[in-house]
């Protein structure tokens, strides 16, 4: 499956973002889908994803209560709503599925087979 990010840009301390992964090749609905960001010098970090279709999301504490992951599999597409954005959210934000993801490795990078090309969130004033 060939993953693809977009919806990145430069917003406000306060405002909101929707970042989107679009799934060509194959269905997205049998994948488990996970959403991290990555800063220069830093590893790749967690904030979001599905273990499996119709489980529920789970998020990074970072973001819990500000970020909503929802999927549209009519679309093979899944959202991150990002509100109340702050400037440590700024990153490089990547979308990354896999079909074998046990639920104790969704915040593992490793343990995901395919990766989109990443957009850039900027939040500053």
């Known amino acids: 499956v060939q993953l693809q990010a977009f919806g990145g840009g430069v917003v406000h301390p306060g405002g909101s973002l929707r970042l989107s992964c679009t799934a060509s090749?194959?269905?997205?609905?049998?994948?488990?889908v996970g959403w991290f960001r990555q800063t220069p010098g830093k590893e790749r970090e967690y904030v979001g994803g599905f273990h499996r279709r119709g489980s529920s999301p789970l998020y990074a504490d970072s973001v819990k209560g500000r970020w909503t992951i929802s999927r549209d599999n009519a679309k093979n597409t899944v959202y991150l709503q990002m509100n109340s954005l702050r400037p440590d959210d700024t990153g490089v934000y990547y979308c990354?599925?896999?079909?074998?993801?046990?639920?104790?490795?969704?915040?593992?990078?490793?343990?995901?087979?395919?990766w989109g090309q990443g957009t850039q969130v900027t939040v500053s004033s």
């Open positions: 990354a599925a896999s079909q074998t993801i046990i639920y104790s490795s969704l915040s593992t990078p490793s343990a995901y087979n395919y």
């Open positions: 090749g194959r269905s997205f609905s049998a994948y488990a």
